[in-house]
């Protein structure tokens, strides 16, 4: 099994809608996932509006790429790049730690993850 940014066992995301490069629910990564979608994050409507002026509008569906559209509330496996792009921009959705991949530490440091950790 996968591990997460905290050391343990990854945790899955989200199936509702149904996340992950792979579409299981995990922020699993492998070699046919160019976006790297490693960082489980709370969607907010201002980082889906971000998203959408950055060219990537991840609010419309696209049901032959079996993606739903997302709303605020929603989580969802996000690449680590658009992540930290975001958080530059003052914009860094929440993230779940238990469900970001640890290979998102390649990118961006745990404690920007943590200062950005969904609170229980």
Not at 36 to 44: E, P
Not at 54 to 75: I, Q, V
């Amino acid at each position: 099994m996968a591990t997460n940014v905290l050391g343990g066992e990854l945790e899955g995301c989200c199936s509702d809608p149904m996340t992950g490069f792979y579409r299981d629910g995990y922020c699993h990564t492998g070699p046919g996932d160019r976006g790297l979608h490693t960082v489980c994050v709370v969607m907010t409507r201002e980082f889906l509006e971000f998203s959408a002026a950055r060219g990537n509008d991840l609010s419309t569906p696209h049901p032959e790429m079996e993606f739903p559209g997302l709303k605020s509330a929603d989580r969802w496996c996000l690449c680590v790049e658009r992540w930290s792009e975001a958080l530059d921009a003052k914009m860094a959705p929440a993230v779940v730690l238990e469900s970001t991949h640890i290979s998102a530490l390649e990118f961006v440091s745990l404690e920007d993850l943590q200062a950005h950790a969904v609170k229980a």
